[in-house]
Nanobody, 122 residues
């Protein structure tokens, strides 16, 4: 059974930083793409970042490019999202997901974590 567990969320002031982690189990982690998505109250889930199985290719949403960095450690079965220069509009529940294909759409990912709350105060 595939399990994804996010951690690292919390409350931070605007301009601050957080690093999210997503620990995976139940699948050969190094063979699959990983993605981060977020959902704010009353809004649709949106793509944030994704990384290929090797870590060579990455995709970012325009809204986070230059501020967020996705990375992975296949030896630790973990993917990270370093978030810098956080803004109040980054407030959302952040979820990681795994899938066979590197993509920016949620439908491409077949397993999801429960999510971690990120709140950015102004």
């Amino acid at each position: 059974q595939v399990q994804l567990v996010e951690s690292g969320g919390g409350l931070v002031q605007a301009g601050g930083s957080l690093r999210l982690s997503c620990a995976a189990s139940g699948r050969t982690f190094s063979r699959f793409a990983m993605g981060w998505f977020r959902q704010a109250p009353g809004k649709e889930r949106e793509f944030v970042a994704a990384i290929s199985w090797s870590g060579v290719r990455t995709y970012y949403a325009t809204s986070v490019k230059g501020r967020f960095t996705i990375s992975r450690d296949n030896a630790k079965n973990t993917v990270y999202l370093q978030m810098n220069s956080l803004k109040p509009e980054d407030t959302a529940v952040y979820s990681c997901a795994t899938g066979e294909v590197l993509d920016t759409t949620a439908l491409a990912y077949d397993y999801w974590g429960q999510g971690t709350q990120v709140t950015v105060s102004s």
